[in-house]
């Protein structure tokens, strides 16, 4: 009887979760800065109001931007460049 595999699209969906929860149970998030560079910052810095600078983003902010189509994407990007927070909730 044949193994059987889980296909590439669920593999790399769990591998995103458990990057995700790595992510949160470290207390951490990223901050992308406008050059294009990045700093892993403690999760404290989450609340930061908007820098001219940088962007803060969650490990479930970051987790949801990659699941979107391109043109969502960019919504979602600019709502963060204006300083705007997400509040992330289940829907169940």
């Known amino acids: ?3 059987t595999t889980i296909p590439a699209v669920l593999t790399n969906m769990r591998e995103l979760i458990e990057s995700l929860q790595r992510l949160e149970r470290a207390a951490l998030a990223i901050a ?3 050059d294009g560079s990045f700093r892993v910052i403690h999760a404290g ?3 930061q109001p908007a820098s001219e600078h940088f ?3 969650s490990p ?3 987790f949801f931007y990659v699941l979107l189509p391109p043109e969502e994407r960019r919504i979602f990007l600019s709502f ?3 300083g705007g927070t997400m509040e992330w909730r289940s829907a169940a």
Do not use: Q, R, S
């Open 1 to 3: 009887m044949p193994e």
């Open 60 to 62: 479930m902010d970051m």
């Open 45 to 47: 810095a989450y609340g």
């Open 80 to 82: 963060k460049k204006l």
């Open 55 to 57: 962007t803060v983003w």
């Open 32 to 34: 992308v800065f406008n």
